[in-house]
């Protein structure tokens, strides 16, 4: 029986509001609702799943989800506009990494435009709504052929 492909989800701050934070930027649909569709529509993968709104307990999270997934697809937040501890928590593993955003955010404000995290990503799906999980999933898929 083929291996089980293991993905890790992290989201950063506020993204515990989804389905009712700006529902006209970010839709209305709660992420559990959507990791649950995923779920059921990838059975070849096994999903964790981790959300905080606290830089320190994401980057504690990289590092232990690093050890032990494929591939990992972190939409950071605001925290990817800002923080150099997570940019160099990405750097320093050697898991994958693909930036997510749920909004485009170079069609947001000029700050937006800037991602420290980004460098340190092998790609970057961005404005596609919470489909851009699944584009980012997508790559982990076909990088991962036997699996
Ligand atoms: C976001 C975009 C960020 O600029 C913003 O701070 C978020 C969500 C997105 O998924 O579109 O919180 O990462």
Redesign the pocket.
């Given at each position: 029986m083929a291996e089980l492909i293991k993905i890790a989800i992290v989201n950063?701050?506020?993204?515990n509001l989804l389905g009712t934070r700006e529902p006209e930027?970010?839709g209305s649909q709660t992420f559990e609702a959507y990791l649950s569709e995923l779920r059921q529509k990838y059975a070849s993968v096994e999903f964790s799943y981790f959300q905080s709104n606290v830089e320190g307990e994401l980057i504690n999270k990289l590092h232990e989800f690093a050890a032990a997934h494929d591939g990992i697809l972190l939409?950071?937040?605001?925290?990817?506009?800002t923080s150099v501890a997570i940019a160099d928590a990405v750097a320093a593993i050697k898991c994958p990494v693909i930036e997510?955003?749920?909004?485009?955010?170079f069609a947001?404000e000029d700050y937006?435009h800037v991602s420290f995290v980004g460098s340190y990503c092998i790609g970057s799906v961005?404005?596609f709504g919470l489909q851009?999980y699944e584009l980012g999933l997508q790559h982990f898929l076909m990088a991962n052929p036997g699996k």
């Amino acid at each position: 029986m083929a291996e089980l492909i293991k993905i890790a989800i992290v989201n950063g701050p506020n993204l515990n509001l989804l389905g009712t934070r700006e529902p006209e930027v970010y839709g209305s649909q709660t992420f559990e609702a959507y990791l649950s569709e995923l779920r059921q529509k990838y059975a070849s993968v096994e999903f964790s799943y981790f959300q905080s709104n606290v830089e320190g307990e994401l980057i504690n999270k990289l590092h232990e989800f690093a050890a032990a997934h494929d591939g990992i697809l972190l939409n950071a937040a605001a925290y990817t506009h800002t923080s150099v501890a997570i940019a160099d928590a990405v750097a320093a593993i050697k898991c994958p990494v693909i930036e997510i955003h749920i909004s485009n955010i170079f069609a947001r404000e000029d700050y937006r435009h800037v991602s420290f995290v980004g460098s340190y990503c092998i790609g970057s799906v961005s404005g596609f709504g919470l489909q851009s999980y699944e584009l980012g999933l997508q790559h982990f898929l076909m990088a991962n052929p036997g699996k």
